[in-house]
């Protein structure tokens, strides 16, 4: 199944976000389940940053949100980070910043860097543990 267009992307991503936590309580190996919980987080955060994109990229082609319309743009296209659209684009395009400090926004940008930890980190080689994880890693 191709990624057509960017809704069907994001449709695609939540999709299969769906199907990866489906199973993950059949999982009983320890290893295997943080694997899977890795690759769940990675795609939570590229689902959502996905969706974020393309509501605003949507939202300021609109006549009433055009005024904002380049400025979107030309941040989607310097690829400027989730954490600066989240808390930059509404204000910009809808008048109004989101409440940072509302916990399920919180509890977004905490799962957000702990993706960044796993993605962006500095290895100490010390190699895997006697319990297989990835070794010691350390936040960028």
Request: aromatic content about 10%; some cysteine; overall charge neutral.
């Amino acid at each position: 199944m191709g990624l057509s267009s960017p809704n069907r992307m994001v449709w695609n991503y939540f999709d299969s976000l769906r199907q990866l936590t489906s199973g993950l309580n059949k999982i009983e190996d320890e290893l295997e389940l943080k694997h899977h919980l890795v690759i769940c987080i990675t795609l939570a955060i590229m689902a959502c940053e996905t969706f974020v994109n393309v509501y605003f990229r949507v939202l300021v082609s609109e006549p009433w949100f055009s005024s904002s319309e380049q400025d979107i743009l030309k941040d989607i296209s310097k690829r400027k980070s989730l954490d600066y659209k989240i808390k930059n684009w509404p204000k910009k395009v809808l008048g109004n910043s989101l409440d940072m400090q509302k916990s399920e926004i919180l509890s977004f940008l905490e799962l957000k860097d702990h993706r960044n930890k796993l993605m962006h980190f500095t290895s100490t080689h010390e190699g895997t543990t006697k319990n297989g994880d990835f070794g010691v890693m350390h936040g960028a």
